[in-house]
């Protein structure tokens, strides 16, 4: 919580509350209007000449062409990627940038940007909005997203939603762990582990996306 306790005074913590409600008021007044969308996570770090820029690119654009917005959190490296692809294709592409001590630059390829000063309150925007998530290779942010939305679903706080992990060979070692570790000893069960997929094929993201929105959307309807 050190977000909203950076001085530690009665009266800075008083009127954070103001700010934190005005982010949560902007946000939930400019994308209202957005669904359905896609949040896509991953590494700043990784550029250009990286494979997973090109797919994270490529994934956007699908989705992008099969009627989704895609939402990232507005930075370099697969948030680029990803908001590039989106511009490429038919839909909006969504940057809800984070100030940072180490000031992050918002690409250059957002049809919406916003700013957030709170990581809690735009993560909440990455759910609320988002009928899927698509998490590439990336650090401790990336994997915040990806188990908060696991835990979220495994507790019933959110529709069941597609989570779809791009890279075989990055995340395969984190799903073995997974069955060695926290399954094997019960703190898991390999239910647990359907909630998410893993493809590394462009076409079967969209394909896993396309079916768990109608899936959603049809249960939502009856």
Same mark, same amino acid.
């Given at each position: 919580?050190?977000?909203?306790?950076?001085?530690?005074?009665?009266?800075?913590?008083?009127?954070?509350?103001?700010?934190i409600?005005?982010?949560?008021?902007?946000?939930?007044?400019?994308?209202?209007?957005?669904?359905?969308?896609?949040?896509?996570?991953?590494?700043?770090?990784?550029?250009e000449d990286?494979?997973?820029?090109a797919?994270?690119?490529e994934?956007?654009?699908?989705?992008?062409? +099969?009627?989704?917005? !895609? %939402?990232?959190? =507005? &930075?370099? /490296?697969?948030?680029?990627?990803?908001?590039?692809?989106?511009?490429?294709?038919?839909?909006?592409?969504?940057?809800?940038?984070?100030?940072?001590p180490?000031?992050q630059?918002?690409?250059?390829?957002?049809?919406?940007?916003?700013s957030?000063?709170?990581?809690?309150?735009?993560?909440v925007?990455?759910?609320?909005? +988002?009928s899927a998530f !698509? %998490?590439?290779? =990336? &650090?401790? /942010?990336?994997?915040?997203?990806?188990?908060?939305?696991?835990?979220?679903?495994?507790?019933?706080?959110?529709f069941?939603?597609?989570?779809?992990?791009?890279?075989?060979?990055?995340?395969?070692g984190?799903?073995?762990?997974?069955?060695?570790?926290p399954?094997?000893?019960?703190?898991?069960?390999k239910?647990?582990?359907?909630?998410?997929?893993?493809?590394?094929?462009?076409?079967?993201?969209?394909r896993?996306?396309?079916?768990?929105y109608?899936?959603?959307?049809?249960?939502?309807?009856?």
């Amino acid at each position: 919580m050190n977000e909203i306790k950076r001085n530690g005074s009665t009266h800075d913590d008083t009127w954070s509350v103001f700010r934190i409600m005005s982010e949560f008021v902007d946000g939930f007044e400019t994308l209202r209007m957005l669904h359905p969308a896609v949040s896509i996570f991953g590494s700043s770090t990784l550029t250009e000449d990286s494979k997973y820029y090109a797919l994270a690119r490529e994934i956007a654009r699908r989705l992008s062409d +099969a009627g989704f917005a !895609v %939402i990232t959190g =507005g &930075g370099p /490296g697969i948030m680029e990627a990803a908001n590039r692809g989106s511009q490429e294709g038919l839909s909006k592409s969504v940057g809800l940038n984070i100030e940072i001590p180490n000031e992050q630059k918002p690409n250059k390829y957002q049809d919406i940007s916003m700013s957030f000063r709170y990581f809690f309150a735009r993560k909440v925007m990455f759910v609320k909005y +988002a009928s899927a998530f !698509v %998490i590439m290779p =990336g &650090g401790f /942010g990336t994997l915040d997203e990806l188990f908060e939305a696991l835990t979220l679903m495994q507790t019933n706080k959110i529709f069941e939603f597609p989570v779809v992990l791009v890279g075989a060979d990055f995340w395969g070692g984190l799903i073995d762990w997974l069955i060695s570790g926290p399954v094997r000893n019960g703190t898991l069960s390999k239910d647990d582990l359907s909630i998410f997929s893993l493809t590394d094929d462009p076409k079967e993201v969209v394909r896993i996306i396309m079916d768990g929105y109608e899936k959603v959307r049809r249960s939502t309807a009856i």
